[in-house]
Structures are given as structure tokens and as C-alpha cells.
């Protein structure tokens, strides 16, 4: 596509519940990156994807939170058994490789946890 | 100590004016800067990279001091529509994770 994809553009959910969101990046950039964005902060590094493969997952909260990439292409960040802190909007974005540029980012999903 | 650090403001400016702000950062290995741009409810969007020399874009003008580890943007000639939040951005190697800073917000005002 055009510009990055996420889906959904809005969640909420209980504590206690299990999440997916998904993220589809500009065809033909293998690096895909996860962050999270609390009101008032800067987008906060979880995960980074080239090709299938997560090369740094060292922003990964705890083991609640999991991410795939199966084919290399579309990704899915999973959260198990959310609790109210995780609400955040969710962004993604991708890169041509090991690019110098900065990266383009999706419009994020928003997370409600109540 | 966070890694990027940014005043968060609110930087009040009058349209016309210049504005003026930095950013330090932590990791002397940091190898690329970028400036990006979040308007409310929005993703972050890539304003201009910042090179070593210092680089211009139109009105904005971006400059990196590498000894003193901080990076500036000055906004001259301000505009209604350069409100928003600016995000200090720093990598350690192409390919790599950017790092955010928290972020200044700067609202211009007719």
C-alpha cells in the first residue's frame, strides 16, 4: 500500500482481555517497527522486525506482550491479560532495510484498557 | 536520565517570530538526528534529519554540536500552522531503533 496500515484505528477493552493489532507496512520495507505512546510522552522503542526475524526486542514491557511477523510482511502485536496501563496508542512504522532515513509511521491504534 | 532529553515547553510564539529549541542526548555512539513533527492525535511525521555541517529546509534550520551532545531547530518566520509538538530523534547505526525524546510543544499565536 501507500502509506503504512493499523488496524483497528480504535480498541477498548477490558483488564483481564487479550489484544491483537496489526500493522501493514510500505511494500518492500523488510524493517518494521513497534512503539508506544502515552499522553505527553514520546513514542517509547518495544520491538524491530527485519524480515521475519525480531532484531531488537529489548522495549517489550514484560512477557505479556508479544509480537509476529510471519511472512516478513504484516505484523501482529499481541498483549495478553491487559491491565489498565497498557492503554496507549500503539504506532508502527517501516523502513527500507538498513536505511539511514528516518521512517514512515501508520496513524497508530489507540488502546483503551478499562 | 532519559536518553533524549527535550525542554517540553509550551513555547508561546507570536506569528513572524523566530523560535528557537534544543535537545541533548545521552549516548555519545548516537550516529543520525532526525527532527520530527506530531500534530494532536496524530503519528509523528519526519521534519528533516539533521547533518553534522547543519542543514537548512526553508524556514527551518537544524544543527548538531556533537561535542556538547545537543541538536537545535530554529523555526524563523513562524507560521499559525508550525503548531504542534517537535520530537528530538536520535540512532545509534542505520537500521537500527530511533529514540524519541519526550518532545517540545510550540504553539504560535496570531
Known amino acids: 500500500g501507500a502509506g503504512v496500515s493499523q488496524t483497528p484505528s480504535n480498541k477498548v477493552t477490558e483488564k483481564g482481555k487479550y489484544v491483537e493489532l496489526r500493522c501493514d507496512p510500505i511494500s518492500g520495507h523488510t524493517a518494521l517497527y513497534w512503539y508506544r505512546q502515552s499522553l505527553g510522552q514520546g513514542p517509547e522503542f518495544l520491538i524491530y522486525f527485519q524480515g521475519t526475524g525480531a532484531a531488537d526486542d529489548s522495549g517489550l514491557p514484560n512477557d505479556r506482550f508479544f509480537a509476529v511477523r510471519p511472512e516478513g510482511s504484516v505484523s501482529t502485536l499481541k498483549i495478553q491479560r491487559t491491565e489498565r496501563g497498557d492503554s496507549a496508542v500503539y504506532l508502527c512504522?517501516?523502513?527500507?532495510?538498513?536505511?539511514?532515513?528516518?521512517?514512515?509511521f501508520g496513524s497508530g491504534t489507540r488502546l483503551t484498557v478499562v | 536520565r532519559k536518553e533524549v532529553e527535550q525542554d517540553p515547553g509550551p513555547f508561546n510564539v507570536p506569528e513572524g517570530a523566530t523560535v528557537a529549541f534544543n535537545c541533548t542526548y545521552s549516548?555519545?555512539?548516537?550516529?543520525?538526528f532526525f527532527w520530527y513533527r506530531q500534530d494532536c492525535r496524530k503519528e509523528p511525521k519526519l521534519l528533516m534529519s539533521?547533518?553534522?555541517s547543519g542543514n537548512e529546509d526553508g524556514r527551518f534550520t537544524a544543527q548538531l554540536n556533537r561535542a556538547s551532545q545537543y541538536i537545535s531547530l530554529l523555526i524563523r518566520d513562524s507560521k499559525l500552522s508550525d503548531s504542534a509538538t517537535y520530537l528530538c530523534v536520535v540512532r545509534k547505526a542505520a537500521g537500527n531503533k530511533l529514540t524519541f525524546g519526550g518532545g517540545t510543544r510550540v504553539l504560535v499565536k496570531p
Open positions: 539533521v547533518y553534522s
Open positions: 512504522a517501516s523502513s527500507q532495510g538498513t536505511s539511514n532515513y528516518g521512517y514512515t
Open positions: 549516548n555519545s555512539a548516537s550516529q543520525s
